[in-house]
Nanobody
């Protein structure tokens, strides 16, 4: 089992920045990757960014955030971050931390509680 605690959401003006954090606890050694999803009202939950927990940490981003968002990790703190710059109203959503963890031969996804990000003037 992996437990996740998120922080860092809030209200920001267009063009502003926010940093989200997600701290993991529990079966940390089983984690393969960590990432962030977001869900806007009336829409599905979509992957925003993901970082591997092995090696140098390969990163992947959805096209709409490339060049504006940066995902990073601190393995010593078992924490993943999402630095969000140049925010626009289309980024408004509930952001969820996700962790992919090995469970035998299977992979289980664990979710954080979600944090609201609102971009508005």
């Amino acid at each position: 089992q992996v437990q996740l605690v998120e922080s860092g959401g809030g209200l920001v003006q267009p063009g502003g920045s926010l940093r989200l954090s997600c701290a993991a606890s529990g079966s940390i050694s089983s984690i393969n990757a960590m990432g962030w999803y977001r869900q806007a009202p009336g829409k599905q939950r979509d992957l925003v960014a993901r970082i591997s927990s092995q090696g140098s940490g390969r990163t992947d981003y959805v096209d709409s955030v490339k060049g504006r968002f940066t995902i990073s990790r601190d393995n010593a703190k078992n924490t993943v971050y999402l630095q969000m710059n140049s925010l626009n109203p289309e980024d408004t959503a509930v952001y969820y931390c996700a962790v992919w963890a090995r469970s035998g031969i299977a992979t289980t996804v664990y979710w954080g509680q979600g944090t609201q990000v609102t971009v508005s003037s």
